[in-house]
């Protein structure tokens, strides 16, 4: 399988999916530890892929996408952003109404946590 089929079948395949430089439990670089922090503390389930475990996915998700960095998150199907995209869609609350838009769960809880924290 080619790296554009397997990372258009990880994206067809899972509600979220999250390319980034290490796992969910280990993330490899800042940038991919904020976005899969915010998805944990949100209770967010997610496919994690690790582009630095195959170059032809690092470069594929990039050329697929047409956005130069790592991390990219995809919600059913859709490009959402990388890093700062997400931080500041967390805070302004409209990383909540996509999951909500999208029926995808999530603890809106922690999420309201995240953003006192951060006000």
Do not use: H
């Not at 582009?51 to 059913?76: C, E, F, H, M, N």
């Amino acid at each position: 399988m080619s790296a554009q089929d397997q990372i258009k079948q990880d994206i067809a395949e899972n509600d979220v999916v999250l390319f980034m430089k290490g796992t969910k439990e280990m993330p490899q670089c800042g940038f991919s530890s904020r976005v899969a922090g915010v998805l944990n503390f949100m209770g967010v389930t997610y496919k994690d892929v690790n582009v630095l475990a195959d170059q032809d996915i690092r470069q594929g998700i990039k050329d697929y996408s047409d956005w130069p960095t790592i991390p990219q998150l995809y919600v059913k199907g859709e490009f959402v952003g990388g890093c700062d995209i997400i931080t500041e869609m967390t805070l302004s609350g409209e990383l909540d109404q996509l999951f909500e838009t999208k029926g995808v769960t999530f603890n809106k809880e922690a999420a309201e946590q995240i953003r006192a924290a951060n006000a």
